[in-house]
């Protein structure tokens, strides 16, 4: 989505007026970007027709930077589309806060019991209790109780045989005994809406009135996420969504449409399958990621205290004359260390995260400590011109630092794929670099 945004927007002249003929042309680039990436049709057109009146209202053909205005515009009514303000988690007065997660088969849900757990006790609420409510395949238990394990909160259930309904009065109960301050119940999803799940659903949540039921919607189904939270909304008003595998969507199209269609707010995000991997919901944010402009500012501003400017305006040279070595490497992962987690930066950098190989789910963390292993086996000469190291260096390189040779190669690999973005960076072929700087 952000690709096709970014160019409808760029099309009109950088800077230079443009006509009410350029405005239409731009709604129209949009308003096709907005169907591509499977957002509801109702609400492109409503979302299209707003931008455009906004656009026409104000002084925009008059003003210096048009493309601007329009971009703005286009970022508060896409943060508006999502809901405006963060919604927290509304935490019960009175502990235990019962949260309820529902879904399809498949959507995310105990993965997300789990980081919803780790969440919840990371935000100062002890020791989550998690129900397995799912009775229906005995995997499911297991699976909830391998999340519990990992993280090490207790796991309540009574087996397959139980009604779930019970399961969740006793969990309840024995959660307000134990002084646990969240409950947290994994329900059955099915394949398909049906009305027997959905029955099942409201009688659990009659027996424990729920303080949250959230919803997980699998991002990757598009259009079919809006039409499952409308079910479960009709038939559970439900209190809020999560929506996960946004790792694997580029589009974005869910995320856009659910809001205006069910009425209720995204909480979360899932962006991975591991149990941190949960992003509570910015509208704001979110919109500044799909038009590409990331959180350039929070990055900047990280980037400014953690950084040496000067040495920055060094290796930009060195970036251009392609004298960038691998002692630079490890001087940039060392600060990009310092600033954060790999994976926040990247997200933050626009487009970066849409480059295959360098998004977030292929980055560890301890990628990091075996990329400065093979490093420090390089000889100083080595370091300083990478395109000498052949295959039979590269063998000793491995041999030296305990890591196959396909480690260094995918490394090396690693390495020139980062020179080559870096040199393009700075050349300026990258389209949200190339606006970031003109702003
Ligand atoms: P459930 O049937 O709704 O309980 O779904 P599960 O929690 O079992 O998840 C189904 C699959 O989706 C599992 O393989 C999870 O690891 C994966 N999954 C869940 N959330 C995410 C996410 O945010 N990102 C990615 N990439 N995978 C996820
Ligand atoms: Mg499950």
Redesign the pocket.
């Known amino acids: 989505l952000s690709e096709r945004l970014q160019s409808a927007i760029s099309q009109v002249g950088k800077g230079g007026r443009i006509t009410e003929a350029d405005l239409k042309q731009m709604m129209r680039e949009i308003r096709l970007a907005l169907l591509e990436a499977d957002v509801n049709f109702k609400v492109v057109k409503t979302f299209v027709k707003r931008v455009n009146d906004r656009a026409l209202g104000s002084d925009v053909l008059e003003s210096l930077s048009p493309a601007q205005q329009v971009v703005k515009i286009v970022d508060e009514e896409l943060t508006a589309l999502m809901g405006g303000e963060h919604v927290p988690l509304n935490y019960s007065k009175q502990p235990p806060t019962i949260i309820m997660?529902v879904?399809?088969?498949?959507?995310?849900?105990?993965?997300?019991?789990?980081?919803l757990a780790n969440y919840v006790s990371n935000d100062g609420h002890k020791k989550p209790l998690l129900v397995a409510a799912?009775v229906y395949r005995p995997a499911?238990i297991d699976?909830l109780q391998t999340i519990g394990q990992q993280l090490d909160f207790e796991v309540f259930q009574l087996g397959t045989q139980a009604n779930p309904v019970d399961i969740a009065k006793q969990a309840v109960e024995q959660a307000r005994r134990n002084g646990n301050e969240v409950v947290i119940i994994?329900t059955a999803?099915r394949l398909h809406v049906n009305e027997e799940l959905m029955e099942e659903l409201r009688q659990i949540k009659q027996a424990v009135q729920p303080h949250e039921i959230l919803l997980?919607v699998?991002?990757m189904t598009g259009q079919d996420a809006v039409n499952v939270a409308q079910a479960f909304n009709d038939s559970l008003d439900i209190t809020g969504v999560v929506?996960?595998?946004?790792?694997?969507d580029t589009r974005g199209g869910a995320a856009l449409s659910i809001r205006s269609i069910t009425d209720k707010p995204i909480k979360f995000?899932?962006?991975?399958?591991k149990l941190d991997?949960?992003d509570v919901f910015y509208p704001d944010r979110m919109s500044s990621r799909i038009l590409g402009m990331g959180d350039m500012m929070t990055l900047i501003e990280k980037a400014q205290r953690d950084f040496d400017e000067t040495r920055a305006a060094e290796l930009s040279d060195k970036i251009k004359d392609a004298s960038f070595d691998f002692n630079d490497f490890v001087e940039q992962l060392d600060s990009v260390n310092k600033m954060g987690s790999i994976k926040d930066i990247i997200k933050m950098i626009p487009g970066l995260s849409n480059i295959p190989g360098l998004n977030e789910?292929d980055i560890d963390e301890k990628d990091m400590v075996r990329v400065k292993a093979i490093v420090q086996s390089m000889t100083p000469h080595e370091r300083e011109n990478p395109d000498i190291i052949s295959q039979s260096r590269r063998r000793r390189i491995a041999a030296g630092c305990g890591q196959t040779l396909a480690d260094v190669n995918r490394m090396i690999k690693q390495f020139n794929q980062t020179r080559e973005l870096m040199s393009q960076m700075s050349n300026g072929k990258s389209k949200g670099m190339r606006k970031m700087m003109n702003q």
């Open positions: 997660m879904g399809l088969q498949g959507a995310g849900k105990t993965t997300t019991v789990g980081k799912d499911a699976q994994d999803g997980t699998d991002a929506i996960t595998k946004l790792d694997g995000t899932g962006q991975g399958e991997d949960l789910a």
